[in-house]
């Protein structure tokens, strides 16, 4: 973990128009996903969306404190878990990733993570699609454990209900 004055050097640079604030397209800017793509913009907002305790849509350095944590532990994951160092994640290694975090899903659910999340198209998830993915799985598994009061992996709702679980995510 970097000092506080590391931190301090480290949110500066990101705060690239002095505002004192890191803005989703700041924090864009400062990351790489290992490619020559720029940074998942979703995953900017996702990441901001989560962090920003005041909300007052960017972050602040006391909340950056927390954020710049989360990204490390994110890269510390993601490199443990691309077992053949090619700097993504393929599909082997995505089932690997996510049955270790607990999930039960099927081959054929793989698939589908896979169409949706590459955005490359290269059936390979980069970095930050890959925060994207994690973090839409587990807000959405939060959401219906939610409503499996039982355990047993079913839920019946309403369809208004179903409308307010979904537009009250954070997604
Ligand atoms: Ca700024
Ligand atoms: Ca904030
Ligand atoms: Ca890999």
């Known amino acids: 973990m970097p000092t506080q004055q590391n931190l301090q050097a480290i949110f500066q640079s990101v705060d690239k128009d002095r505002s004192g604030l890191i803005s989703a397209d700041e924090l864009q800017r400062a990351l790489s996903n290992g490619t020559w793509n720029p940074f998942n913009p979703e995953t900017c907002r ?20 927390a954020l710049w944590k989360y990204i490390n532990d994110w890269t510390q994951c993601f490199r443990s878990f691309d077992l053949d160092s090619s700097g993504n994640i393929d599909k082997g290694e995505l089932q690997n990733a996510l049955t270790r975090f607990g999930y039960r899903l099927s081959d054929q659910f793989y698939n589908l993570l896979m169409m949706k999340f ?7 998830i980069n970095f930050d699609d890959f925060i994207q993915l994690c973090v839409v799985l587990q807000t959405l598994t939060a959401a219906f454990r939610d409503k499996d009061t039982d355990r047993d992996g079913v839920i019946t709702i309403r369809y208004e209900e179903f409308l307010s679980m979904v537009f009250s995510l954070k997604l």
Do not use: K, P, Q, V
């Open 46 to 65: 996702l990441m901001i969306g989560m962090f920003d305790s005041d909300n007052d849509g960017a972050i602040n350095f006391m909340e950056f404190e």
């Open 118 to 124: 590459d955005r490359t198209h290269t059936s390979r």
